[in-house]
């Protein structure tokens, strides 16, 4: 008999199965604010595994949270010149995960074994973001972030007790206007989904969606004309990111990218940059309540769906006209290689 030996090290206590962990290792996800990491090291996670993030001259460094010699996490040291520092014995770590210095021992020979297992980090849109599994794939498009003639908004995150394919889904879905956020902008009296299309695209999908239905909250409802057609532009970057645009009256735009990081199977923190060219002299608090009141009524729902797992096999669920993202997004995951059971 042949046994067959995985090359990986999963974390500790792993929500996901092992074949879902590959195929969602690859891929781009943010785990931290920029502006947060600053001269002290935090703590973050990504698919089960803790890291610790710290900024040097040379950047932002993302490592396992773990000093080699007896286990303390790294995110409760500091960061001195350009070295982290344990808090247990002092260890220093250069930027690429080496062990540069034993304080007990400075004439010591340090082994190549004493060394973190570090992952790359891009800062991008107000986020640092890593991979764990090489950063194959592109980082997702939101380049109105780097414009002069927008906005540039970066909400706090989003904790959820729940998967993010379930997040995403619902981020993608038009049909629960009407019900899930009728006190912020949506309409019970007008409940309708006109028909749209969807398209695959290299990265994911893209769905373009027009209907009466506004996007401004219900107090300034006033301000659109009264015959205008809302135009959503949805593109989704696989596995877990997804970009809206909204077009205002007036050649307004609106962008949202809407980014769900899976710290494990069924706790997801979504990350939200908003960039708009209009109302850029306007105060940002009534920004910042309507996402945070939209996200709000989400989060009711998705929390409470069951099964907590996003069916990836079509026939688990059933589906209507107005579910073509959905359809395609789970699509989408499958062709990942995820399984029929998957989880986050």
Known sequence: MVSTIRSTVYPKDCTFAPSDWDALAPFWYPIAFSREVTDQPIAAKLLDQRLVVWRTSAGVSVANDICLHRGIPLSMGFVEGDHLICKYHGFHYSTDGRCVLVPADPNASIPAKLCLKTYPAIEAYGLVWTSLGGGDHPLPDFHEWDDSDYQQILPEAVDLN?????????????????????????????????????????????????????????????????????????????????????????????????????????????????????????????????NYQVFAEDQEVVEAQYPEDLPLELRAESHIRADQTSIAYRKGLSALGLGATYTA
């Not at 729940?162 to 038009?174: K, T």
């Not at 206007?177 to 299309?197: L, M, T």
């Not at 307004?252 to 494990?264: F, K, Q, T, Y």
């Open 162 to 290: 729940a998967a993010a394919g379930r997040q995403m889904e619902g981020f993608l879905d038009v049909a629960h206007f009407a019900w899930v956020h009728q006190k912020s902008f949506g309409d019970r009296s007008n409940p309708i989904v006109p028909h749209y299309e969807v398209t695959k695209t290299p990265t994911g999908l893209k769905a373009e969606y027009l209907s009466n239905v506004s996007n401004f909250p219900k107090a300034m409802q006033d301000r659109a004309p009264a015959d205008f057609q809302w135009m959503r532009i949805f593109e989704v970057f696989l596995p877990f990111t997804a970009r809206l645009t909204v077009l205002f009256p007036n050649e307004g735009r609106l962008c949202i990218l809407n980014a769900a990081s899976p710290v494990s199977a069924r706790k997801t923190r979504i990350f939200c940059p908003i960039c708009r060219n209009f109302d850029k002299d306007m105060s940002l608090e009534p920004v910042y309540e309507f």
